[in-house]
């Protein structure tokens, strides 16, 4: 009976940290987020010792991976020189995401907690949300030209609203009882609310491109189908945006030219070229900054808005393979645990790594700290189900 009251006791410690680490992540600003996150890395540490390392025999590939990428990542950082920018750069793609995973997907957790951790989400996404919301409400009058950014930058924004909107188009599906979906059905409709007054092309595109990839992985050959619908209805979307006022940033893709003509293409080809200039080592971690901006020809940047183009650029094509590797062990893993089960649930952690696989074609997703650690919490959770 003591044994059985201990073991319950560490698991409610387990599950209090767990809960304490999503408020604070889930919370703008502030770094305790980051205590809770050490805590529960030292916590796994527990886990595997008791196991005996277990988990990391059955994630092989995962582990050599990660830690090839993060050692590589370690270089590129310890090469240049080491200012506050670039350290907390370094930790946010290294220590809070990377090593976050590996650590804690040893943690074992009973299905009744691992049930709570997408409701909490959803729950304590709510003040982003209301931000949101907010900013349309101060702003009403003039959101003809203005792009909401819930006080913090657009793109972030966007990118962050983008997950919870995936979190709630397939909980919608999830969960059985009606007052949950008519929940979820409000929720999905503020985050799109959102997302139109981001006016983000990012965001507006790469949004059906992975509801169309999902449906692909869900319904096989039907789901082309599927796919080649959305694919219209977005292709529709851009030709016409001009005549729509929140979508109108999207005309800018609607011709060849056009999209020559934008800025990002610019930038995509000058960090190429520099990336190939030094395929090795790239230019420097995290070379362009606020204060020294890389200047294009339409204009000053600091960064290449791609996170495949930064990586080669700025540390190399050891570290973007190495990156690659390791995404791709995490998306093989959570793809095999769909199709052995065919539980919807684990579509959620699929959706929102495509997400935003997909949104860092245009935009550093990994320097967006908190949206890169709710990224790699979420991915975390999902191989913990993985786990079970």
């Not at 305790?32 to 595997?48: E, W």
Request: net charge positive.
């Amino acid at each position: 009976m003591k044994l059985i009251e201990k073991q319950n006791f560490k698991e409610r410690i387990i599950a209090t940290i767990g809960f304490l680490y999503l408020f604070f992540l889930m919370r703008r600003g502030g770094d305790t987020k980051y205590i809770f996150s050490i805590i529960l890395m030292g916590t796994s540490l527990f886990f595997i010792y008791k196991n005996k390392g277990q988990k990391i025999l059955e994630n092989k590939w995962l582990y050599i991976s990660g830690m090839a990428y993060f050692i590589l990542l370690t270089k590129s950082f310890s090469s240049n020189k080491i200012i506050p920018d670039r350290i907390d750069a370094y930790l946010g793609m290294g220590l809070y995401s990377v090593i976050f995973l590996l650590l804690c997907i040893n943690i074992k957790v009973k299905e009744k907690y691992h049930n709570y951790f997408i409701p909490l989400i959803s729950f304590f996404s709510l003040g982003s949300l209301y931000r949101g919301v907010q900013d349309i409400y101060i702003n009403f009058s003039k959101l003809s030209d203005y792009r909401i950014s819930g006080r913090t930058y657009t793109t972030i924004y966007a990118g962050e609203i983008g997950i919870y909107f995936f979190i709630g188009l397939i909980s919608l599906f999830m969960y059985k009882k009606w007052y949950l979906k008519l929940v979820y059905i409000f929720y999905i409709g503020i985050t799109l609310i959102l997302i139109y007054f981001t006016k983000s092309r990012n965001a507006m595109l790469m949004i059906p491109i992975t509801i169309g990839i999902v449906l692909i992985i869900k319904y096989g050959k039907k789901g082309l189908i599927y796919f080649s619908l959305i694919l219209a209805l977005a292709f529709g979307l851009v030709k016409y945006s001009n005549n729509i006022n929140g979508l109108k940033r999207l005309s800018t893709l609607s011709s060849l030219n056009k999209i020559k003509k934008d800025a990002r293409y610019t930038i995509f080809k000058e960090g190429l070229k520099q990336g190939l200039e030094k395929p090795l080592t790239g230019v420097g971690f995290k070379e362009y900054s606020k204060n020294n901006l890389l200047e294009t020809e339409s204009e000053k940047v600091p960064s290449f808005h791609n996170i495949y183009i930064e990586t080669f650029a700025t540390q190399g094509i050891l570290n973007l393979i190495a990156y690659m590797a390791f995404i791709g062990c995490i998306l093989i893993k959570l793809l095999k645990k769909y199709f052995k089960d065919r539980d919807i649930g684990t579509i959620i952690y699929i959706a929102v790594l495509i997400y935003m696989l997909l949104y860092g074609i245009s935009e550093p997703i990994f320097y967006f700290g908190k949206v890169y650690q709710l990224l790699f919490t979420i991915l975390t959770i999902g191989i913990l189900k993985n786990n079970k």
